[in-house]
């Protein structure tokens, strides 16, 4: 606080934001070499005060006030400072769509190590790769291949940029030795190993169909997958493995990232300042009102219908990345909010969506009751947030109207909810 209201100060006195930005630092330098610990959480703090006094100005002065704009510009860039989230740089053996390059092949190699001792249930030899398939590359360095063996032996593996592979091998480990393994009903994918010097995860393909495929195919067939999916999360909320640190509430109910697009959609619709402003007000109210001494379980992290499989023998979901020690609302309320996305952009007639809505919610709650108390706040939450990031993006008109009156029946319906 005493650093942004100097540097804003300063700022104002001087007509120059650079003299305000080099207080900040001779502070800030003073004060580590005094300090005992680190001062981990500044971006954070950071944030919220040019986030509030950006929303000031925009309540303060009219559009296109000289006063406004600049204010505007000098709390957007502090705010987008703290947060860069520049993509990690692309390493030159990554592979491309739709090419097969020497890395795919020192995948395959890799992969051999793990599979000689098991070879393929069919015969063939395992050191033969037959297929390499790059599934996922985003551009961001994190990329996801698929080696194909032989029918019954097929691996995925998935490099990483970060921490999160080392984090979800430790996760789909403890999970498929205690209870989510192959004679369970309920399964994570298995894992083969975790090779730190490449940051790469091997593991088994899992077996099924994606539910996604059963968006909208009927009523019994839709509903009889959403419940398996509910299941599922169930047994793994109901589970006492703990695996990582328990994840901070301002994280989970992902504070930081709504403020970022808040910020921009701000940027990008200044004539909706008011409108932006209310959801502001809304989303505080309601996480104020967050019932204390909530349930906390392991989480999936990013439990979508696209990462949940379903075959006969049994239930499978994958994607544990983010899983971590949270409000079981967390989850329930992203697969929700995902689901009813999903069936509005492919036409789903709109009450089968709101029949398998409750058909999952049912089998959640029915399960883990627990996970009711904070669903109205996660979800109103994760709305708000996607609703953000459309009208960042939306031109006027056609599909964007539309995908913005959903976003707006949304929200007035789960702002209306009660635990």
Not at 155 to 177: C, I, M, N, P
Request: net charge positive.
């Amino acid at each position: 606080m005493f650093l942004f209201r100097a540097a804003a100060l300063r700022a104002k006195e001087a007509g120059l934001p650079g003299e305000a930005e080099r207080l900040v630092r001779e502070f800030l330098d003073a004060y580590r070499e005094q300090a005992a610990l680190p001062i981990e959480n500044l971006p954070y703090y950071t944030a919220l005060f040019s986030l509030n006094a950006f929303a000031k100005s925009a309540k303060d002065h009219t559009a296109g006030d000289p006063v406004r704009r600049q204010a505007e510009a000098i709390h957007l860039d502090r705010f987008e400072r703290c947060f860069p989230g520049e993509a990690p740089p692309r390493t030159d053996d990554a592979p491309r769509i739709g090419s097969r390059p020497s890395a795919f092949d020192s995948g395959a190699r890799i992969i051999t190590q793990y599979l000689t001792p098991h070879p393929p249930s069919r015969g063939g030899d395992p050191r033969e790769c037959k297929k390499a398939t790059l599934v996922q590359d985003a551009g961001t360095g994190r990329v996801t291949t698929r080696y194909e063996f032989d029918a019954a032996t097929v691996v995925f593996a998935k490099r990483y940029t970060d921490d999160l592979g080392a984090h979800s091998y430790r996760v789909q480990r403890a999970f498929w030795e205690c209870g989510f393994g192959r004679d369970s009903r309920f399964r994570v994918p298995k894992p083969m190993a975790f090779l730190p010097e490449k940051n790469l995860f091997l593991m088994r393909e899992c077996p099924g169909a994606p539910l996604a495929a059963l968006l909208g195919k009927g009523s019994r067939e839709w509903t009889t997958g959403v419940r398996e999916a509910a299941h599922w999360l169930a047994a793994f909320h109901r589970s006492s493995l703990r695996v990582g640190d328990p994840e901070p509430e301002w994280d989970s109910l992902k504070t930081f990232r709504l403020a970022n697009r808040l910020v921009k959609a701000a940027a990008a619709r200044p004539s909706e300042r008011v409108l932006l402003l209310d959801l502001m007000h809304m989303l505080k109210e309601r996480f104020a009102a967050l019932p204390e001494g909530r349930l906390v379980v392991q989480t999936h992290g990013r439990f979508h219908h696209d990462h949940v499989f379903l075959s006969p023998e049994a239930v499978t979901v994958i994607d544990l990345d983010r899983s971590r020690p949270a409000d079981p609302a967390k989850d329930v309320a992203e697969f929700v909010r995902v689901l009813r996305l999903a069936a509005f952009r492919a036409g789903v007639d709109e009450a089968l969506t709101g029949e398998v809505t409750e058909a999952f919610l049912a089998e959640c709650l029915g399960l883990v009751p627990a996970a009711a108390a904070g669903l109205p706040h996660y979800w109103l939450s994760f709305l708000v947030l996607s609703y953000l990031g459309h009208l960042r993006k939306a031109a006027p008109g056609g599909a964007s109207a539309a995908l913005r009156a959903f976003h707006e029946r949304e929200i007035r319906r789960v702002r209306e909810m009660r635990p």
